[in-house]
């Protein structure tokens, strides 16, 4: 697994890349290829939600779990998927919810996010690859130990960032951010299974925008082109 990152974070993240438990996670990677396995995102994909959003750049993170496991989906950046793949439910519930939360909001018919990264959203899984096929089949090797080093990272050397987390699984993450600097959006995960038991009506996009107003701070243009 090369390392291609986009130079601000490899200045600020460069020091993991040597650790015992990233070399483990790189043997795994191997191993998974060499066996048949078919992992996704593609291999120049893997660190795109860091190349798209440079670490000087970043405003607001949305933490997802796991890259989608269906073929073509998963893009390196959290519940987006590339254009000409189907929208997946629980992006569907999101889109839903900005209709209802940005006024004038249309509904893209794709499902690519990639506007909201280049704006300075970060769009970070906790794992950064999956099998084919098999949810959650990349958990637990190292990738996680990565990403709380990210979050933490953040945390740590800026301010005033907005982490939007959703679901039980994004919240336990809220105790690697210093609350005393950052801001911390939560609500139930919008997938079909909890989005009714609050996610809809939450407004996290909204509620970011007016965060970065009051911190003089340039808002999120949350409408993404429609084609």
Same mark, same amino acid.
């Given at each position: 697994?090369?390392?291609?990152?986009?130079?601000?974070?490899?200045?600020?993240?460069?020091?993991?890349?040597?650790?015992?438990?990233?070399?483990?996670?790189? =043997?795994?990677?191997?191993?998974?290829?060499?066996?048949?396995?078919?992992?996704?995102?593609?291999?120049?994909?893997?660190?795109?939600?860091?190349?798209?959003?440079?670490?000087?750049?970043?405003?607001?993170?949305?933490? @997802?779990?796991?890259?989608?496991?269906?073929?073509?989906?998963?893009?390196?950046?959290?519940?987006?998927? =590339?254009?000409?793949?189907?929208?997946?439910?629980? %992006?569907?519930?999101?889109?839903?919810?900005?209709?209802?939360?940005?006024? @004038?909001?249309?509904?893209?018919?794709?499902?690519?996010?990639?506007?909201?990264?280049?704006?300075?959203?970060?769009?970070?899984?906790?794992? %950064?690859?999956?099998?084919?096929?098999?949810?959650?089949?990349?958990?637990?090797?190292?990738?996680?130990?990565?990403?709380?080093?990210?979050?933490?990272?953040?945390?740590?050397?800026?301010?005033?960032?907005?982490?939007?987390?959703?679901?039980?699984?994004?919240?336990?993450?809220?105790?690697?951010?210093?609350?005393?600097?950052?801001?911390?959006?939560?609500?139930?995960?919008?997938?079909?299974?909890?989005?009714?038991?609050?996610?809809?009506?939450?407004?996290?996009?909204?509620?970011?925008?007016?965060?970065?107003?009051?911190? @003089?701070?340039?808002?999120?243009?949350?409408?993404?082109?429609?084609?």
């Amino acid at each position: 697994m090369a390392i291609d990152m986009e130079p601000s974070w490899l200045k600020v993240l460069e020091a993991e890349f040597d650790k015992e438990y990233m070399v483990k996670l790189r =043997q795994f990677l191997k191993q998974e290829k060499e066996s048949g396995q078919i992992v996704y995102p593609r291999n120049a994909d893997i660190f795109a939600a860091f190349n798209k959003t440079p670490f000087d750049k970043i405003e607001v993170v949305i933490l @997802g779990q796991d890259p989608y496991h269906g073929a073509n989906q998963a893009h390196g950046l959290s519940f987006s998927v =590339q254009k000409g793949i189907p929208i997946p439910r629980s %992006l569907q519930n999101i889109y839903k919810e900005l209709i209802t939360d940005i006024p @004038g909001f249309k509904m893209p018919l794709h499902g690519n996010l990639s506007e909201w990264a280049e704006q300075g959203v970060l769009l970070l899984n906790a794992s %950064l690859t999956v099998r084919a096929a098999t949810a959650g089949s990349h958990q637990k090797q190292g990738w996680e130990t990565f990403t709380d080093m990210v979050i933490k990272t953040i945390s740590d050397k800026k301010e005033g960032i907005v982490f939007i987390l959703w679901g039980a699984f994004a919240q336990a993450k809220a105790e690697l951010i210093d609350q005393e600097k950052h801001f911390i959006i939560k609500s139930p995960h919008p997938s079909p299974f909890s989005a009714d038991r609050g996610f809809f009506g939450s407004k996290p996009f909204s509620k970011t925008n007016e965060i970065l107003r009051k911190e @003089g701070k340039k808002e999120i243009d949350w409408q993404i082109s429609l084609l």
